[in-house]
Each structure stands twice: as C-alpha cells, then as structure tokens.
C-alpha cells in the first residue's frame, strides 16, 4: 500500500519526507489557504522538488479547462510522470480524466461518496480514486463500506485504478485501510507520527538501552562532574552546607594530602545531632570516625555499580581514581 502525506505546510513536509519512503504528496487549495500561502504556483514547483510524486488540484468549469489548466500547471517546469492531477468527480469531471489520460496524464478523480461516482472514474481510467472516509463518517454514512465495494470493483473488473484511502482521522483508519486492501492511503503527519508508537514498545526500547549502557559505560563517564569535598579540618556545619549547595545526600572528606577520610552521609548528620545535640555542629570533620565507605573505582562498569546499589542499599557510592575520590555516583545516574 502506498503512502502519501496529507499538507500543504512546508515544515511538516520537510521533516516527513525525511523519512525516505513516503510515495509522494497529496495537497488541496484548502489546506495552501489555511497555510497562508498566496503564490500557489510557487509552492507548487517547491514541492514538486521535494517529493517523489506531487497530487495537485486542476480545476475547470469543462473537461477542456481542466485539461488546460494541467497544461498550464505543467508548463510550469513539473514533471508529468511525477505529477497527478486531481479532479473533482463529475461528469465533465470523468470526461476530464478521459482525456488527460488521453495525453498520457495521471489523474486522481476524489471527492468521492458513492460507488457509482467511483465505477465512472475507474471506468474513465482514473489513475487513483479517493474516497473521502472521514467525511462520510462525520455525515453517518459506512465508509469503510464504501471503500471495500470499490476495491472489489477494481478487483473484480480488472481495472487499472488505485483506491486511495483518503479523509485520515485516526490511527485506525491507517489499519482500516490496510484490512480492506486499499492500494494507496493519504496521511495527516500527526496520525503519520503516532503509527510506530506502542507503550510496550516504548517500554522494551528503554530497558535496551538502560542494559546496554550498564554493560558498556565506565563510571568515571557517568559522573556528572560534581564532587562535593571538604577537609577534615572544617566543621560540621560548613559541610552540612555544601552537601545543601551540591544537593547530595554525601559529602566526601579528605586529610590534607588530598588522601580519602571517609564519607560522611545526611543518616550520619541525623545520627550525631539526636546524639551529641546541637554542639556537634561546631565539631571538625576529622574528630569523627568513618567506616570504609562503599565506593567504586572509576574504570569499574556502570553494571558493577547496580550491583553495588542493589546490595548495599546505598543511594550514592564514592569514586575512587587509585584510591582517591574523584566524585559521587548516584543511583539515579544509573538512569541518565
């Protein structure tokens, strides 16, 4: 089933055929107004440098001024193999389609209700015709109805007609069009967007990606950059405020060598203050005593450090470059 964007906004035609496989581009005079765009015949020749296969309205009170008026569009440097030219079901309308057809011009017969206004177009040789689905629904007809009747009657008859599925509303309309074998289908890039979406999808995806970067990611290229440190020689109210200023639960303490004290935690704070009271404050980092902190050396895998997390308990575990602390890995940097 081939599939065409539905716009005429330039932006969204852009990024679309960006994707690499769209068939080509179905446009109408009411979206280009709706765009604000007042040189038609400039955007026409725009797009047709853009997409594969352009589907332009020709418009005529008589089957010879449509076929002029497509004349005069072509005149305007468009390519007739890649350009189709749509016309509103009628009978001059059909008899247009004759005779552009004729002259070797694709046509795309729409505005199509009704089975008989299809049998005249595929019968007039119609290179596409284009049911309009959401429409009819918004009027209570059965499109979907429709839409099978004709691709049955081009199947039955052996027509050499393409039924374009066309008025998208919905993510189910696309699959609508896919079980009733439509050979074409039109396709508003928002609904185009949300095509390849799925929770489950989104879901699975993520978990590949959260694994893979646990298995290949150093800890040293997770650090993000902050490594809230202070000297044993400061107290502990100045380290309460840098653990406040960096926002980690943390903070790293080091003799005057630059080597490792210990790790001071937001637990220990609470666990000193019901003890030792408001006085503990004033106290020096390194009249405390320090367990060995949980830590990890940098070149360690990020998958080494979920381990740690996960049998430790811990939120945030030191890094360590040779035995001296270079940062803080937090367990929500497992995710970043």
């Given at each position: 089933m081939e599939l065409y964007l539905d716009s005429a906004n330039l932006k969204e035609i852009e990024e679309a055929f960006k994707l690499g496989f769209l068939n080509g581009l179905t446009t109408t005079p009411t979206f280009m107004q709706r765009e604000g765009i007042t040189d038609v015949d400039a955007m026409i020749v725009k797009l047709s440098k853009i997409v594969p296969v352009l589907q332009i309205e020709a418009l005529g009170d008589t089957a010879e001024d449509v076929l002029a008026e497509a004349k005069r569009l072509?005149?305007?440097?468009?390519?007739p193999k890649k350009t189709v030219f749509k016309i509103p079901v009628s009978l001059e309308g059909v008899r247009a389609c004759r005779m552009l057809r004729n002259e070797g011009l694709l046509v795309n017969v729409h505005l199509v209700y009704t089975l008989q206004?299809?049998?005249m177009a595929?019968?007039?040789g119609a290179t596409y015709i284009c049911p309009l689905v959401g429409r009819l629904q918004d009027q209570g007809h059965d499109a979907?109805?429709?839409v099978s009747q004709i691709v049955d009657?081009?199947?039955k008859y052996g027509y050499d007609t393409k039924?374009?599925?066309?008025?998208v509303r919905t993510m189910e309309h696309v699959r609508n069009a896919i079980n009733l074998g439509a050979h074409t289908i039109t396709v508003p890039l928002k609904i185009m967007k949300q095509l390849t979406e799925n929770h489950f999808t989104t879901v699975g995806t993520d978990q590949f990606i959260h694994d893979t970067r646990l298995m290949t990611v150093r800890v040293?290229?997770?650090l993000n950059g902050i490594n809230p440190i202070v000297s044993a020689d400061a107290n502990l109210a100045d380290a309460i405020v840098k653990m406040t200023e960096y926002g980690f639960g943390a903070i790293t303490i080091v003799n005057t060598d630059g080597s490792l004290k210990g790790v001071f935690t937001d637990g220990d704070l609470r666990r000193k203050i019901q003890s030792d009271g408001r006085d503990v404050l004033s106290k020096?980092?390194?009249?405390f005593e320090y367990g060995k902190p949980v830590s990890i050396e940098g070149g360690a895998l990020l998958n080494e450090a979920a381990g740690i997390f996960k049998s430790t308990k811990v939120d945030t575990i030191l890094v360590t470059d040779d035995g001296k602390p270079m940062g803080m890995l937090d367990i929500q940097d497992l995710e970043a």
């Open positions: 072509l005149a305007l440097g468009l390519d206004q299809a049998y595929m019968h007039a979907l109805d429709l009657a081009v199947d039924v374009m599925f066309s008025s040293k290229e997770a020096k980092m390194g009249d």
